[in-house]
């Protein structure tokens, strides 16, 4: 199938994140150390040209500025993100039905969360002809801003296991 067919899917884990006391889990910042290193995820999407048509970002307080970030380096090219509370804390199965519910008018989708379901969703969905080097290295440690690109000729209803080319796990910094 010819590449105008496929859709790609981006797994990105939220900038690092603060720890405040007496803040709660959901509404953790960005760390410095994240909103500086934060853009770089988008730069690297729009340098390689990974435009996302359709963002599904957690509700938490650092993917969200994480998605921020990464909307200010993709500028009049980025859609408005789709922010679902069912992200946050998903496992590997609802993250999976989360994506299975896109519309196939979307070619890229971008979704960003938390570990470790985004190393395990990027586990189960690698096929055998992925890039070896990148499952190799989101399999051994999945850093903030780790990132995995993923391809499919399948429609997103239909991904569930083994069905998306790794094609790229990067960590812009």
């Not at 909103?35 to 938490?60: C, K, M, Q, Y």
């Not at 307080?61 to 909307?71: H, N, P, Y």
């Not at 039905?97 to 985004?118: F, Y």
Request: aromatic share 6%; proline share 6%.
């Amino acid at each position: 199938m010819s590449d105008h067919h496929l859709k790609r899917l981006v797994l990105l884990r939220h900038a690092k994140s603060d720890y405040p006391l007496g803040v709660s889990d959901h509404e953790r910042p960005l760390a410095s150390r994240g909103n500086r290193e934060a853009p770089a995820a988008g730069a690297w999407l729009r340098d390689h040209g990974v435009i996302p048509d359709f963002i599904v970002t957690s509700d938490a307080l650092r993917t969200r500025s994480t998605c921020a970030w990464v909307m200010s380096e993709l500028g009049e090219k980025a859609p408005t993100p789709y922010l679902d509370s069912r992200v946050y804390g998903a496992s590997s199965t609802k993250l999976c039905a989360i994506i299975n519910e896109t519309p196939d008018t979307v070619t890229t989708l971008l979704v960003i969360g938390h570990q470790p379901v985004l190393q395990e969703l990027a586990m189960r969905l690698a096929s055998i002809d992925s890039d070896e080097e990148a499952v190799y290295e989101l399999a051994m440690d999945y850093p903030t801003l780790g990132m995995t690109v993923m391809e499919t000729a399948k429609n997103w209803a239909e991904i569930d296991g083994r069905d998306m080319r790794v094609t790229n796990f990067v960590v812009p910094r």
